[in-house]
């Protein structure tokens, strides 16, 4: 046990300089004060975005906005009503009625498809749990204003016109 | 009582309202903006009035007035209603007391009378600040008793701990510069560091006592229960500490209270250590002799730095949406400022060459060293934020070992040594 190489780590604070403490507190007030003048100067060094004139440009396409429900190829909706988005929701905000599809392409479709956004919890549970890739939360859309509670439930039809971000690259 | 001594006496009393009441907003702008800047973020820059925002300063009025309008809600569970209410005015109070012993200026010669600059010219002085900003603390320990909540109980404990504390640290700083000054009254300290050391030194405070500054200063941050001695409202441990429980009004009352106590121990600070209200170099009759060149000076500088101001202004006082009333502001205050120098200008030209008789002399003059009070008051307030937004809090046990292990021993052997020197150089 004798031949480990130890390092001794030197323990600080017990130079004078150091239990002195007042150089340690005017080194942090020359930080601050030098960020301080440099802000003064110059407005424009802040490190904000001055948000509601000057949108966020760092949302990227895994960025988990507001939902859509997506289209099949004829542009008809690609839902089946499943449910099992609204089994996977932790706060059970998705409300689906089914009804049987008559036009050939599949067997069932939504009738009411509404989500609740005041509930939502924005987790992309429902996204993930999709086994037809007919909901996603790729709209970037971050910021949603209503004036009612009643303007923060998404219906089907609101839901089928929201697009994919034109600021994501497919 | 003549009419001259009642209007100086209205004029301190509207100038001690005025300082720490008026002060207590473009405190509360001042701390956030500055925090904002040392952390390279904004602060407070929106909110305006027809487009005047003044670098953000509206919205500490918009504050105010929110805090004066909100309903004035009593818990349900507090005992003592009458207790709960009287301890804001306490610390309010007591603030204002303080701050009502400071000179702004030499006593004004009028018509061969002299006339104190002091709210209350007595010649306690000093001791009047020992006195009074101490009582601040039971303005602290009732609300926290009063409130029967126990956070607000450990909050209240913890203030009134490290303000007794430091009570002895800065009664012996005191009691430094008292030998050095030899006088209690305050005005009499500010006049003896108007005299100069070896003749180019301005023989402030500090440069005689630079350990008394430091312990005192220090002291001074412990009292107001300033970073990084704020224990008693240590959000993370014991909620808001001893004003958990008030709301609207009666917790503005504190937020005043606090801003106008670190105010008022700011110019405490400036009054015995920065040479008060004396212009560095200037003594009150060199101001009176040289008052011609000294205007003459401010006639050249005052455009000088207005027009550097103005620049500044109008590169960053800009909004970044275009039609925005708030983008008029810089040309208007431009213009406003302007219009101030002309003014200032023109009067300092019409004294200096027509109206030059002792009188006049002697309002210039305490304007001149009021102005320069002012200045140096809202530089040791600008230290006090700019600590805050440096230091992290001390943890409980390192506050009482600074002050009774390093603080308490160095101030004891100051006093001694002070005194020593002080008889062996007059002897």
């Known amino acids: 046990m004798k031949n480990i190489k130890t390092k001794i780590i030197p323990r600080n604070g017990n130079s004078i300089k150091e239990k002195l403490y007042l150089p340690a507190i005017f080194g942090g007030m020359k930080v601050t004060f030098s960020h301080f003048m440099k802000n003064l100067k110059d407005t424009d060094n ?86 037809c890739d007919a909901i996603r939360m790729d709209t970037g859309i971050f910021s949603f204003i209503g004036k009612k509670r009643e303007d923060f439930i998404l219906t089907k039809d609101k839901l089928l016109k929201n697009e994919r971000s034109k600021d994501f690259d497919d | 009582m003549s009419g001259i001594l009642i209007s100086v006496v209205i004029i301190n009393i509207l100038i001690v309202v005025i300082l720490s009441l008026g002060g207590v907003p473009v405190l509360v702008w001042l701390e956030r903006r500055v925090a904002g800047f040392i952390q390279d973020r904004s602060g407070p820059n929106r909110c305006n009035i027809a487009g005047f925002r003044l670098g953000g300063l509206i919205q500490s009025f918009a504050d105010m007035l929110k805090l004066v309008f909100k309903e004035d809600l009593l818990p349900s569970h507090v005992k003592n209603k009458f207790y709960f209410s009287l301890a804001p005015t306490i610390v309010l109070f007591s603030s204002i007391l303080t701050f009502s012993i400071i000179p702004f200026a030499d006593n004004l010669i009028i018509n061969g009378k002299s006339y104190s600059l002091q709210v209350l010219p007595m010649s306690l002085g000093i001791i009047w600040f020992l006195a009074i900003s101490g009582l601040s603390v039971y303005g602290i320990i009732l609300a926290g008793w009063s409130s029967d909540n126990k956070y607000s109980l450990l909050g209240g ?33 500010v006049i003896k560091q108007s005299a100069l050391l070896f003749g180019f030194i301005p023989a402030w405070g500090i440069i005689l006592q630079p350990i008394a500054a430091i312990t005192f200063i220090v002291a001074a941050f412990a009292e107001t229960n300033r970073t990084p001695f704020d224990l008693a409202e240590g959000e993370s441990e014991i909620v808001g500490g001893f004003h958990t429980e008030y709301g609207a009004m009666k917790f503005g009352l504190f937020f005043v209270g606090e801003y106008v106590a670190m105010s008022a121990s700011s110019a405490v600070i400036v009054a015995l250590f920065f040479g008060g209200y004396n212009l560095p170099w200037l003594s009150t009759d060199a101001i009176k002799s040289n008052i011609s060149i000294i205007s003459y000076v401010i006639i050249f500088l005052l455009p000088l730095f207005s027009y550097f101001f103005i620049k500044w202004m109008y590169k960053n006082n800009k909004w970044k949406k275009e039609n925005d009333a708030r983008n008029k502001e810089s040309k208007i205050l431009a213009k406003g400022i302007i219009g101030f120098n002309v003014v200032l200008i023109a ?37 006090y934020i700019w600590v805050r937004w440096t230091l992290p809090r001390f943890r409980y046990d390192q506050l009482q070992t600074l002050c009774w292990k390093y603080l308490l021993p160095l101030s004891i052997a100051n006093v001694f040594v002070t005194a020593v020197a002080v008889v062996w150089i007059s002897a």
């Not at chain 1, 929701?89 to 049987?100: D, L, M, N, T």
């Not at chain 2, 913890?158 to 430091?166: D, E, H, K, L, Q």
Request: charged share 20%.
């Open chain 1, 46 to 131: 802040l490190r904000v975005v001055w948000y509601p004139e000057e949108k966020p440009k760092d949302i990227t396409s895994r960025y988990r906005g507001v939902h859509r429900l997506t289209h099949r190829d004829d542009g008809s909706i690609r839902c089946v009503a499943c449910f099992m988005c609204a089994t996977a929701c932790p706060s059970e905000c998705i409300f689906i009625k089914a009804v049987e599809r008559t036009d050939g392409v599949d067997e069932k479709m939504p009738k009411r498809f509404d989500i609740d956004l005041l509930e939502c919890v924005f987790c992309g549970e429902c996204v993930e749990a999709c086994p």
């Open chain 2, 157 to 189: 404990l913890r203030a009134s701990a490290s303000t007794i504390s430091y009570e002895p640290i800065m009664a012996l700083s005191v009691i430094v510069m008292l030998i050095i000054y030899g006088t209690i009254d305050l005005n009499d300290i």
């Open chain 2, 347 to 383: 009067l300092l030209l019409y004294f200096n060459l027509l109206l030059k008789t002792p009188n006049v002399i002697s309002v210039l003059t305490a304007l001149l060293q009021f102005g320069s009070f002012v200045i140096k008051l809202f530089m040791m307030n600008l230290v």
